[in-house]
């Protein structure tokens, strides 16, 4: 199975922020990479897929970039409706894995 | 709009099986994969395995294998998780979320079922 690996696991940020996430698959998926947001008691929320593709409706502060194994999640100014844990997530190949997460909170 | 609607919560004691149903609307069943994803208290996201609505065929994590069925039933639009020999490591909430055809990702979601396993 591919495994994959983020971090940090958890930051503190402040509104404005720029925020940089990465993750790191145990090898080549291509840009078969998805990114989610979960927030507690909601369904977690595709922002990007495939590497870069900003999913319809989700703000353009939201960016992805990367290829191969290594990948990142940007979010160029943190807004208070940003704090919740963003998961990458592989569709190169099944099983599809998640990412453990990583925690957005507010400093 | 399309809407992904998940059966209500369940406690079970360990040993015993559950089946949490996922009733989708407002496109064609029959085109979108249903995987189905579980989140443990204090875990992240885990992939459990997925049905083609169409033709039935499922494919199941490693992890599941012989605990898990996944079907559907296409004249109502509903597919069906068992899940059997529950364990206190099931507990969990689990989703239904569907992948459109010819695309890699999770874009529509269930409302998210909670199974407890307690004794």
């Known amino acids: 199975d591919i495994q994959m690996t983020q971090s940090p696991s958890s930051l503190s940020a402040s509104v404005g922020d720029r925020v940089t996430i990465t993750c790191r698959a145990t090898?080549?998926?291509?840009?078969?990479l998805n990114w989610y947001q979960h927030k507690p008691g909601r369904a977690p929320k595709v922002l990007i897929y495939v590497t870069s593709s900003l999913q319809r409706g989700v703000p353009s502060r939201f960016s992805g970039s990367g290829s191969g194994t290594d990948f990142t999640l940007t979010i160029s100014s943190l807004q208070p409706e940003d704090f919740a844990t963003y998961y990458c997530q592989q569709s190169y190949k099944t099983p599809w894995t998640f990412g453990p997460g990583t925690k957005v909170e507010s400093k | 709009q399309v809407q992904l609607v998940q059966s209500g919560a369940e406690v079970q004691t360990p040993g015993a099986s559950v089946r949490v149903s996922c009733s989708a609307s407002g496109y064609t069943f029959t085109s979108y994969y249903i995987h189905w994803v579980r989140q443990a208290p204090g875990r992240g996201l885990e992939w459990m395995g997925l049905i083609n609505p169409s033709s039935g065929d499922t494919f199941y994590a490693q992890k599941f294998q012989g605990r898990v069925t996944m079907t559907r039933d296409t004249s109502t639009s509903t597919a069906y998780l068992d899940l059997r020999g529950l364990r206190f490591e099931d507990t969990a909430v689990y989703f239904c979320t569907r992948v459109p055809e010819g695309l890699y990702y999770f874009d529509d979601w269930g409302q998210g079922t909670q199974v407890i396993v307690s004794s």
């Open positions: 090898q080549n998926i291509g840009s078969s």
